[in-house]
Structures are given as C-alpha cells and as structure tokens.
C-alpha cells in the first residue's frame, strides 16, 4: 500500500525552474483517506510546478475514472474524470 509520502513534493528544495511530476493513484490511495464517497478508482495526474522567487505555478492534468455508488439504484459505477486546473501560490510577508 502506498503512503502519502509518496505524493510529496519537497518544493522548499527544488529551484526556481519548472518541474515535472507524474502520480497514479489507485485503490490504495483512496483507502488512505477516511470518507465513503469514492470507493475507488485509477487516475494519472501529470502535475507541472513552475517554481520563482515570488510565485509557484501548478497545473494538474487529472485522467482516469473514480468507482462511486449512485444516489438512486445503491449500483456501484465508475465516473470518467478528466480535469484541468491551475493554481497559483504567491509568497509575501503576510500569511
């Protein structure tokens, strides 16, 4: 079973440059986590971290499906995911 640990990223270590990550999670991943709504699943997440002095860009690229049970018939099915997101983390003096 994996550990957290291995979707860390030491970003106090890495330079000021872009930066390239792949993590696939699987069931193990999700039974690390305390909740019932995903049952399961399998995705790739493609994250790009573009790391200055001021500022950390992160774009994820997400791809699978997770397994979830439907509100009406209790059946259990898997849910294609396909996201994209960007986010951006700006250092300064104030928290």
Known sequence: MKKLRDYEIGIA????????????????????????????????????????????????DIKGHVRLTCDRSLEEFDQPVDIEETLLIKFGEEN
Do not use: P, W
């Not at 993590?23 to 039974?31: I, L, N, Q």
């Not at 493609?46 to 500022?55: A, F, H, I, N, R």
């Open 13 to 60: 270590k890495l330079s000021n440059k872009k930066h390239s990550y792949e993590f696939e999670m699987d069931d193990s991943f999700f039974s690390l986590f305390e909740q019932e709504i995903i049952l399961g699943g399998k995705l790739l997440a493609k994250v790009e971290l573009d790391k200055t002095e001021s500022l950390l860009t992160l774009h994820f």
